[in-house]
């Protein structure tokens, strides 16, 4: 399955924005899908995920409360909506998806990723 982020930019710290991955297959629906980041100079990091059927999302701590993960199976896309966003959530963001049973974050676990998206929050 391949996988297209889009929906970054330059936004200021505490406004929002709507990240969309689009999968290019109707086979997305089998897969657990997730979002994850890499700032510069940093190691790609979690950020959330959620089940096939579009339950059970999973978040990191430094975007629960914030950042909202869903996913449309019947237009095969997958969503993150960032609110009251900081300066530390600047990254490329990408999306992913897994067949892996149960609610891994490792990054190594997940095998069909799009080319990722800016985000930068200016503060």
């Known amino acids: 399955v391949q996988l297209q982020a889009s929906g970054g930019g330059l936004v200021q710290a505490g406004g929002s924005l709507r990240l969309s991955c689009a999968a290019s297959?109707?086979?997305?629906?089998?897969?657990?899908a997730g979002w994850f980041r890499q700032a510069p100079g940093k190691e790609r990091e979690f950020v959330a995920r959620i089940s096939r059927n579009g339950v059970n999302p999973v978040y990191s701590d430094s975007v629960k409360g914030r950042f909202t993960i869903s996913r449309s199976n019947t237009k095969n896309t997958l969503y993150l909506q960032m609110n009251s966003l900081k300066p530390e959530d600047t990254a490329v963001y990408y999306c992913?998806?897994?067949?892996?049973?149960?609610?891994?974050?490792?990054?190594?676990?997940?095998?069909?990723w799009g080319q990722g998206t800016l985000v930068t929050v200016s503060s």
């Open positions: 992913a998806g897994t067949t892996v049973v149960g609610t891994t974050t490792n990054p190594a676990d997940f095998h069909s």
């Open positions: 297959e109707r086979a997305f629906i089998g897969y657990h």
